[in-house]
């Protein structure tokens, strides 16, 4: 309460209290950025929800993309910068995690700040920790479903997993041992964030998981340490496959991203992936599929790498048209549960009939320039008049003079 006897929200967001006043119960235009969207106590994440499909240059629109995707083969995904890659990344592994058929989905990151391009060891030292990793929380997930190989020790089994992943388990386990039905609205899933691994779903505990990993734990005995597996004779990543298989997957997909995070010279992306695509004819030969997720100007160059391999694959571009991006932005009214579908309906002087047409054409088909449109927009209306429920030329004017993002700023009324 205030001086002035007046109670004040002290928590109160003047952007978040804008949208719900014009009729958004959330903010679904707050980040352009897939990972930052993926919101561990939800469940499922809204992020899912804002998923729609993009057009391709060749995927028949009437077809099931994650089918196609899913399938298996090799694939490359090539588009510009904010196009979707790995929006549409997230929500293949999402798919193949809450549509379990033996299949196991793992995640090669290659956007960490890596000096120079990896050798072919060590991507499979990577991929064996990422398999590991992921091949835990796919366990957990499907626990009771999984048939685990009769002729193996489960406890041996994953005491293996934990030392393939070099300690990076042990504290997602010691939380799942301290606190096995945790109150979240992703049950176990609330842990994955510390592998930096999204939550997809529910995942229920049980006394059988419960008691396995106790048993599979090491304790404080010296004598009682994770010996590594076997690599002497094979490679950690066919190591870890042959793991997997015991829990009953017959198939892997290796989703490949994150290509173009250090640098965007050909050169260098090529060389980072070089060692991958020498790999694809043995994978294929193992059930291993990669997914590659490219930037645009690598689709000529890996055309003619994979030339020379004799290479089975499929590939296609992402393409966004204007109806696209009007039905990603109607998506998002819909997720924000607002009986809006649009801009126009919150147009005010200057803007009238003209808001949709302006962002759509400012966003040059790149989704991401799209939400940064919107974004920008929302701030500066809600800096200059956050009580009123109309965008005006104002508005437009200012989100034009402060662009920060990649240039140009967006279009101007004729």
Same mark, same amino acid.
């Given at each position: 309460m205030g001086d002035d006897g007046v109670a004040y929200r002290i928590d109160a967001n003047p952007r978040l209290e804008f949208l719900r006043?014009?009729? &958004?119960?959330? !903010?679904? #235009?707050?980040?352009? +950025?897939?990972?930052? *969207?993926?919101?561990?106590?939800?469940?499922?994440?809204r992020f899912y929800s804002y998923f729609i499909s993009p057009s391709f240059e060749k995927f028949p629109h009437d077809q099931d993309l994650?089918?196609?995707?899913?399938?298996?083969?090799?694939?490359?995904?090539?588009?510009?910068?904010?196009?979707?890659?790995?929006?549409?990344?997230?929500?293949?592994?999402?798919?193949?995690?809450?549509?379990p058929d033996q299949t196991l989905v793992v995640t090669h990151n290659?956007?960490?700040?890596?000096?120079?391009?990896?050798?072919?060891?060590?991507?499979?030292?990577?991929?064996?920790?990422? &398999?590991?990793? !992921?091949? #835990?929380?796919?366990? +957990?997930?499907?626990? *009771?479903?999984?048939?685990?190989?009769?002729?193996?020790?489960?406890?041996?089994n994953l005491r293996q997993i934990f030392a393939l992943s070099e300690c990076r388990l042990?504290?997602?386990?010691?939380?799942?041992?301290e606190n096995p039905h945790p109150n979240f609205p992703a049950g176990l899933g609330a842990y994955w964030s510390l592998i930096n691994r999204p939550a997809v779903r529910y995942v229920p505990s049980s006394q059988r998981l419960f008691d396995l990993l106790t048993a599979a734990r090491p304790t404080d005995d010296p004598t009682d340490r994770l010996c590594p597996p076997d690599t002497e004779t094979k490679e950690p990543m066919s190591v870890g496959w042959d793991i997997a298989k015991e829990w009953g997957f017959t198939r892997m997909l290796v989703l490949v991203d994150g290509v173009d995070a250090r640098k965007r010279t050909i050169e260098w992306m090529m060389a980072l992936i070089e060692p991958l695509l020498q790999m694809l004819a043995d994978w294929s030969q193992q059930g291993i599929f990669a997914k590659f997720f490219l930037p645009l100007e690598l689709q000529k160059a890996v055309q003619d790498r994979l030339a020379n391999l004799h290479l089975e694959y499929i590939e296609d571009r992402i393409v966004w048209d204007k109806e696209a991006l009007r039905a990603l932005l109607r998506e998002r009214f819909h997720t924000a549960r607002s009986r809006k579908e649009d801009f126009d309906s919150v147009a005010g002087e200057g803007l009238e009939g003209k808001l949709d047409h302006l962002i759509l054409e400012s966003a040059e088909g790149v989704p991401r320039r799209l939400l940064q449109i919107v974004s920008g927009l929302i701030d500066a209306h809600v800096a200059r008049a956050p009580k009123e429920d109309k965008f005006t030329l104002l508005d437009w004017n200012t989100l034009r003079q402060d662009w920060l993002f990649e240039p140009p700023p967006p279009r101007g009324i004729e």
């Open positions: 006043s014009i009729g &958004l119960e959330n !903010d679904p #235009f707050a980040t352009p +950025v897939a990972e930052q *969207e993926l919101d561990p106590q939800q469940i499922p994440p994650f089918r196609m995707l899913r399938a298996s083969n090799h694939a490359f995904i090539y588009g510009v910068p904010g196009s979707g890659k790995t929006t549409l990344r997230l929500t293949l592994e999402a798919d193949c995690r809450t549509r290659l956007g960490a700040d890596l000096q120079q391009p990896l050798s072919a060891d060590q991507h499979r030292q990577q991929i064996a920790r990422a &398999l590991a990793l !992921d091949l #835990f929380v796919q366990i +957990v997930e499907q626990f *009771e479903s999984l048939e685990f190989s009769k002729t193996s020790d489960p406890v041996a042990s504290s997602v386990v010691s939380r799942i041992l």
